[in-house]
């Protein structure tokens, strides 16, 4: 436990019907810093961030934000402790601009006669300001997201997090379909988004790009954490012997298992 | 917002305008009345139930949603209205009447189809037979006539001495939808459930009640339009309203609004019912029989959507969004 932890999570344990999906995960999630959570389809990444997103309930387990225990029951739960899950499908609707998208569902309004209306002025510069704080460039704010390439998306949903003041950040798989110039501006986005004292929490099954921009890696396997490094203590060849079990250390657990 | 304004007023609505300047100069030639004062008078004022009708109904297509019985809302509306006139109702009353009777048909439409989780086409099929006996019931099997003219002096009062005061009513309507649409969180709200309902819940859109509102608006305008039928023909028939959906969700599908939801455009709409106006009445004009007028807007109907299928695959939507 450090002094800037976020959240921690301990004895996470998640069960669906007799299937162990999770069982005893601890984990410390701490401002600025990027966590990397690694391992093979269902191992149980996707199962603990959905816990932290407030979309499963865990069997068993508390979590603590900021040293006060939390019950994180559904999504605005999460939302209002701080979470913003950005999701593989990014939940953007591709026919609304930037701005739209970044204050769909919490437009800034100036009432008049009771009737709202949109203070869009107000929230283009705002955007605009969030967009210029993560050097990512939207050469065309105004057109609908869907004429968007995959990066500047990412960059849409990004915003949309930090104007929800969120203070943690779980991406799912966040250059999964991008080209290769593309994935390096989502990459610095992410390390940008640490610098601002975010607590960033990354799914990715490329080890190259968790190389890059993790300070800590975890790896999970059969629903258990097996392994926690931080980033200059280990190497990738390290990182995949945990993920496909060859890790001497896990020759025994193999057996039980 | 700029380039916003003129992305969306460039393609299709200029295309309509273009459309709509074309067959009137076709059927001028046709025609020597056809450009007549009289005429062209006819055609607008041919226009305006449809035009209020069309702009609430895109408000419901912008939503993803669909509504085949307006026309006997705004047939129940004006069976309202004409029994509180005859009755010797006030006829400011009698005017309100009417969008409130739209308000709580469109209320009810809307809760059928978002709290009975009814695909809206299938029930507002069901509403149509519904709504349709209401109206034969309402009527007896004769129609409402020798209405009371308070209502249609009213709205024929000349405001500063020139302008009809119904011309203001469409145009305060027309502004105030514009302004919902684009300038509040609902007009968003709308767009983004349009686009994907999934999304907008998640980004914390109360998608049921945008939905629901969707159809209150159309029905309020249902009703609004009611008004406007009776100050122009003071009778209700048997089979009031039995084109107004196909002319209105032409009108409005032709005006660029996506029948798929998550886009809307109400000038296009505006057009869209000009254009079907014009071309109906010009038909007329140059000897088409009128029973061949749901012909005319079904084809435009079909055209417009299979127009819409083209760009949803791929070419057109290129053109309309620019390059990534």
Known sequence: MTDNAFLEARGIGKQFGGVTALADVDMDIRRGEVLALLGDNGAGKSTFVKVLAGAHRPSAGTIAIEGRPVSLASPQDAAAAGIATIYQELALSENLSVAENVYLGREDVRRILGIPFLKRAEMRRRVGVLLDELDAHIPNPDMPVGGLSGGQRQAVAICRALNLDARLVIMDEPTAALAVAETRKVLALVRRLAERGCAVVLISHNIADVFEVADRMVVFRRGRKIAERRRADTDPEEIVSFITGAHPSLRSLEHLG | ?????????????????????????????????????????????????????????????????????????????????????????????????????????????????????????????????????????????????????????????????????????????????????????????????????????????????????????????????????????????????????????AAVVLGGTSILGGRASLLGTALGVLLIRVLQNGFTIVGLPSLWQPVVTGVLLLAALSLERLAASGGVRRLAFGAP
Not at chain 2, 13 to 20: N, R, S, W, Y
Not at chain 2, 36 to 55: I, K, M, T
Not at chain 2, 94 to 107: D, R, T, Y
């Open chain 2, 1 to 249: 917002m700029g380039a916003r304004i003129a992305g969306s007023i460039g393609g299709r609505e200029l295309t309509l305008l273009v459309a709509g300047l074309v067959a009137m100069a076709i059927f001028a030639v046709l025609s020597p009345v056809y450009l007549s004062a009289g005429n062209l008078y006819q055609v607008v004022r041919n226009s305006v139930e449809l035009l209020v009708v069309g702009l609430g109904l895109t408000f419901v297509l912008a939503i993803g949603g669909i509504d085949v019985s307006v026309g006997m809302v705004l047939g129940i509306a004006a069976i309202a209205i004409g029994n509180l006139l005859l009755a010797g109702a006030d006829p400011w009353v009698a005017a309100l009447a009417g969008p409130l009777v739209g308000a709580a048909l469109g209320a009810f439409t809307g809760a059928v189809i978002v709290f009975g989780r009814i695909p809206a086409i299938v029930a507002t099929i069901g509403l149509l037979g519904v709504y349709r006996t209401a109206i034969f019931a309402l009527l007896g099997g004769s129609w409402l006539s020798g209405l009371p003219s308070s209502l249609s002096d009213i709205f024929a009062a000349r405001i500063g001495g020139f302008l009809p005061a119904s011309y203001i009513v469409i145009l305060a309507a027309y502004l105030a939808a514009f302004v919902v649409l684009r300038r509040t969180p609902f007009g968003l709200h709308l767009l983004a459930v349009g686009n994907a309902e999934e999304r907008a819940r998640l980004a914390g859109v109360a998608v049921r009640r945008v939905r629901l509102a969707a159809y209150v608006v159309s029905g309020t305008l249902c009703g609004l339009a009611a008004t406007f039928y009776i100050a122009n023909y003071r009778n209700v028939e048997m089979t009031v309203g039995s084109t107004v959906a196909l002319d209105a969700i």
